[in-house]
């Protein structure tokens, strides 16, 4: 929702790069030694923001929309229900997709960070697959990665671009 970088017209007022901070609270640049980018291991997006595109490129669906063979459906339930009962994120208020690089990475360009943190991995531990983002393909059968559209109707109109890794079959809340 960054004013500058957000999608239009979904922005507010506010900025949401390293540089706001020194705008916005007066720290020198040079005073910034470390930039921390904190980001899900899923996209997590509010119901209300994700109707109105109808479908973001990543969103993992209840029945198989992408046609790749694999199950988005039983990832879908899984990730649902510890969504729920973990971080109390009802699935009839949330969606959510897979991980998107396109963002992290259009993050990263924006904010120059050193290192990202990354939170809610466990709920990818169930999974036999996994995919990832790693860009988008246009109508005009462009390739997108790094950068965002600057409206919402275009960010529509985008099919996310997958790479398919084996999931670890095992528990990571405790790492």
């Not at 649902?80 to 992290?104: H, I, Q």
């Not at 997108?144 to 275009?154: A, D, F, K, L, N």
């Amino acid at each position: 929702m960054d004013i500058d970088l957000g999608i239009y017209p979904f922005t507010d007022s506010f900025h949401t790069t390293t540089g706001a901070v020194c705008t916005g609270l007066g720290v020198p640049e040079e005073s910034i030694e470390t930039t921390i980018g904190v980001f899900s291991a899923i996209s997590i997006v509010k119901r209300g923001f994700s109707k109105r595109i109808n479908f973001f490129p990543s969103q993992i669906a209840e029945v198989d929309i992408t046609g790749d063979g694999l199950n988005d459906g039983e990832a879908y339930l899984n990730i649902a229900e510890k969504l729920d009962s973990r971080y109390e994120c009802p699935k009839e208020e949330f969606d959510f997709g897979w991980t998107d690089l396109n963002m992290v990475k259009h993050a990263e360009s924006t904010n120059k960070l050193s290192s990202i943190f990354l939170t809610h991995l466990d709920l990818l531990d169930d999974l036999e697959n996994i995919k990832i983002c790693t860009g988008y393909k246009t109508e005009e059968g462009n390739f997108i990665t790094g950068q965002m559209p600057t409206t919402i109707y275009e960010f529509g109109k985008f099919k996310a671009v997958y790479k398919v890794l084996p999931g670890w079959k095992s528990d990571t809340r405790n790492c």
